[in-house]
Structure formats: C-alpha cells, structure tokens
Nanobody
Framework: QVQLVESGGGLVQPGGSLTLSCAAS????????MGWYRQAPGKQRELVATTTAVGSTNYADSVKGRFTISRDNAKNTVYLQMNSLKPEDTAVYYC??????????????WGQGTQVTVSS
C-alpha cells in the first residue's frame, strides 16, 4: 500500500500565502513524479504543478509565478508554496504521486485532498 497524507490547507485572504505538503509512505520502490491538482466547485480537476525525480517542474499558466513546487526525496514529500493567492485559487487540492511499489508496476496514487479557500 502507498499512502499519501496531505496537510496545509485553510482559509486565507486574497494576496496571502499557504504551503501545502504531501507525504508518501508505504512499500515504495521509487517515486517518478509528484504533483498537485485542484478541483473548484462545479469545475473539472486541473493540473496545478508537477515535479520529477530529477527536479524538472511544470506549472499551469494560471499559477505560474505565484506557486512553487518542491520535493524532499529523503522524506518522499512534495510541497506547494502558494503566494499572492486569488479567490480563483479556491479549490480542493489533491496530491498525485506516480510511484512503483517494491516488485510492482508504475501506478498513480492520489491523496484525499485539502481545502484551500481564498476569501476576504
């Protein structure tokens, strides 16, 4: 089993900041990619940011320049630093990990989500 535990969500005013974290645990052989997706009320889930094991990153245009994704490979943890938050950023944020279990194939794993609300 691979488990993802998310934390860091909450209520913040426009222009404020939050940092999300997602820690993966279990019988993991390797993690190939870690990232964040979000789903706002009434909208489809969308990619926010991803990072690979070698450190490459990509971001949605809507968050580029405001959000920063990083990872700590020793802790199997990915972070999302969110600055200059806007009401449009309000959503449930989900961690996604592409990983291999010991003696297993590459699979996608999802966290349970953490609510981020940006409101005055």
């Amino acid at each position: 089993q691979v488990q993802l535990v998310e934390s860091g969500g909450g209520l913040v005013q426009p222009g404020g900041s939050l940092t999300l974290s997602c820690a993966a645990s279990g019988s993991i052989f390797s993690i190939d990619s870690m990232g964040w997706y979000r789903q706002a009320p009434g909208k489809q889930r969308e990619l926010v940011a991803t990072t690979t094991a070698v450190g490459s990153t990509n971001y949605a245009d809507s968050v580029k320049g405001r959000f920063t994704i990083s990872r700590d490979n020793a802790k199997n943890t990915v972070y999302l630093q969110m600055n200059s938050l806007k009401p449009e950023d309000t959503a449930v944020y989900y961690c996604k990990v592409i990983a291999r279990r010991v003696l297993g194939p590459q699979l996608d794993y999802w966290g349970q989500g953490t609510q981020v609300t940006v409101s005055s």
